[in-house]
């Protein structure tokens, strides 16, 4: 029976996605490496950013350039992209029902736990939630599997009474990891041919669809 209930929060509760790439077009102009205005790089919403980045510059995730990146994303990311943001339709409502109803929520997020806390406090978010896991500025539990089991660990939760809510194959990949079953919301950042690969349990096309799921 679930009881806990894993939610992702870019492209999963809120779309980031003017404040991420706006961000990261400052981040990778600053340091020498500008990126074509019509180049798509929505795409590096919700994986581990230092690696995205690494990846636009053919680098290892843990070149000195792809750290000099972050760095002057961040610069940008912490004063003005948080808020460059928006909650996705009813969101704030099914997270109020959820709790209502005894589910306890967790935000399980790859984005850094200093930012997610004032990104869920900015939208009055953080009253639905009992726990708020992020990685560490120093790249600690970017891996969504990682996450995910300290998550467990420190709330002391049974996998068989969990299920995560992501817009990502890394939610699925790393909740299944973990003995989680998974509902993929479909209006996010992930492809059709991510989720035929990764294969969750559900997919929703709109947040408020999770009750459908939770009875199942």
């Given at each position: 029976m679930i009881q806990n209930i894993l939610i992702d929060l870019d492209g999963t509760l809120t779309d980031p996605k003017v404040g991420i790439t706006t961000s990261a077009r400052y981040g990778l102009e600053k340091i020498g490496h500008p990126i074509h205005p019509d180049t798509n790089i929505d795409w590096i919403i919700g994986p581990p950013l230092k690696a995205s980045l690494a990846k636009i510059l053919n680098v290892a995730s843990n070149h000195v350039l792809a750290e000099q990146a972050l760095e002057a994303y961040r610069e940008r990311?912490?004063?003005?992209?948080?808020?460059?943001?928006?909650?996705f339709p009813e969101v704030a409502e099914t997270l109020a029902e959820l709790k209502r109803r005894g589910y306890r929520l967790f935000l399980a997020t790859a984005k850094p736990t200093v930012y997610a806390r004032q990104i869920l406090e900015h939208f009055e978010l953080d009253q639905y939630f009992k726990g708020i896991y992020g990685s560490e500025l120093n790249?600690?539990?970017t891996n969504k599997g990682d996450l995910i089991e300290y998550l467990l660990?420190?709330?002391?939760?049974?996998?068989?009474?969990?299920?995560?809510?992501?817009?990502?194959?890394?939610?699925?990949?790393?909740?299944?990891h973990?003995?989680?079953?998974?509902?993929?919301?479909?209006?996010?950042?992930g492809s059709p041919?991510?989720?035929?690969?990764?294969?969750?349990?559900?997919?929703?096309?709109?947040?408020?669809?999770?009750f459908d799921c939770l009875g199942k």
């Amino acid at each position: 029976m679930i009881q806990n209930i894993l939610i992702d929060l870019d492209g999963t509760l809120t779309d980031p996605k003017v404040g991420i790439t706006t961000s990261a077009r400052y981040g990778l102009e600053k340091i020498g490496h500008p990126i074509h205005p019509d180049t798509n790089i929505d795409w590096i919403i919700g994986p581990p950013l230092k690696a995205s980045l690494a990846k636009i510059l053919n680098v290892a995730s843990n070149h000195v350039l792809a750290e000099q990146a972050l760095e002057a994303y961040r610069e940008r990311f912490a004063v003005t992209g948080l808020y460059e943001n928006k909650v996705f339709p009813e969101v704030a409502e099914t997270l109020a029902e959820l709790k209502r109803r005894g589910y306890r929520l967790f935000l399980a997020t790859a984005k850094p736990t200093v930012y997610a806390r004032q990104i869920l406090e900015h939208f009055e978010l953080d009253q639905y939630f009992k726990g708020i896991y992020g990685s560490e500025l120093n790249g600690d539990r970017t891996n969504k599997g990682d996450l995910i089991e300290y998550l467990l660990q420190q709330e002391q939760l049974d996998p068989a009474t969990c299920i995560m809510v992501g817009d990502r194959e890394h939610d699925i990949f790393g909740a299944r990891h973990n003995g989680i079953e998974t509902i993929a919301v479909t209006y996010g950042y992930g492809s059709p041919e991510e989720f035929a690969q990764a294969e969750p349990k559900f997919q929703i096309q709109r947040f408020n669809e999770i009750f459908d799921c939770l009875g199942k």
